[in-house]
């Protein structure tokens, strides 16, 4: 490491969220709070007419949290991330014709259930955030991983139709998975379980040796279903929303 390299700008605008919530959109590019941290990134978003400034925190830096509070920070959301080895895969699983490759027609049923699956996220629990904005979100996040945001959509059938989906991530020798939802008459009946097992099948045949998934602390379904498949805790962080006049 080079000591004399710059550091990353204190924030970064971000193009793609400020243009979908029409609000001017910053993330703050450090990990922990001290004074001059919170000095220097509330001059920067004045400085650039920011709306809104995202904050993802360490959660065992004693100090951040109430610097935060102290500063207008609110809390949103607690990022639970999760990983294992990838297993060796059955290429026989059951029900394996029932999962498969999303398709463009697809999407009038995918966008439906991600308009209503994702409401355990920041974005709902910020209340400046308007909620049909929330839901065009995630439609628009499932929309675009099937035309090749993802490098592959896992779709589970029921009855003829996709009941439920899992979008794969890869990166080196990782894999992830990032949007994950099931319609809302087939919870509880194995259909993520389901989705998991044949991602790590696509991820063996990927090359990858290891499996990330991001998501709520407040969504325990979503964590039972991934340490059921294996999967152990490896880091809890907070996202906070730090709002500025306009």
């Known amino acids: 490491m080079n000591p004399f390299a710059e550091r990353d700008p204190i924030c970064s605008y971000l193009e793609w969220d400020s243009k979908f919530f029409a609000r001017r959109i910053a993330r703050l590019n ?68 029932r999962i498969r490759q999303a398709r463009e027609d697809d999407l009038s049923a995918l966008r439906s259930m991600a308009r209503t699956g994702h409401r355990d996220s920041r974005f709902y629990f910020d209340e400046r955030f308007e909620r049909a904005k929330c839901d065009l979100l995630y439609e628009t996040w499932i929309e675009n991983s099937v035309r090749g945001f993802a490098q592959a959509v896992l779709v589970a059938d029921v009855e003829g139709k996709p009941a439920a989906y899992l979008t794969c991530q890869l990166r080196n020798q990782e894999s992830q998975i990032g949007l994950f939802g099931v319609g809302a008459n087939w919870r509880g009946v194995g ?37 059921r498949n294996g999967f152990v805790t490896t880091s809890l962080q907070l996202w906070y929303h730090r709002w500025f006049p306009r």
């Open 30 to 97: 450090r990990s922990r709070l001290d004074d001059g941290t919170v000095a220097e990134s509330l001059a920067w978003c004045h400085s650039n007419r920011i709306d809104c400034l995202y904050f993802l925190a360490d959660s065992d830096h004693a100090g951040t949290p109430r610097l935060a509070e102290a500063n207008d920070f609110g809390l949103t959301d607690v990022r639970v991330t999760l990983a294992r080895d990838i297993p060796q895969a059955d290429p026989a699983t059951p029900d394996s014709d």
């Open 191 to 227: 259909l993520g379980t389901k989705l998991v097992q044949h991602f790590f099948g696509w991820s063996s045949q990927q090359g990858a040796v290891r499996a990330v998934v991001v998501t709520q602390g407040r969504n325990l379904a979503a964590q039972r279903l991934y340490q």
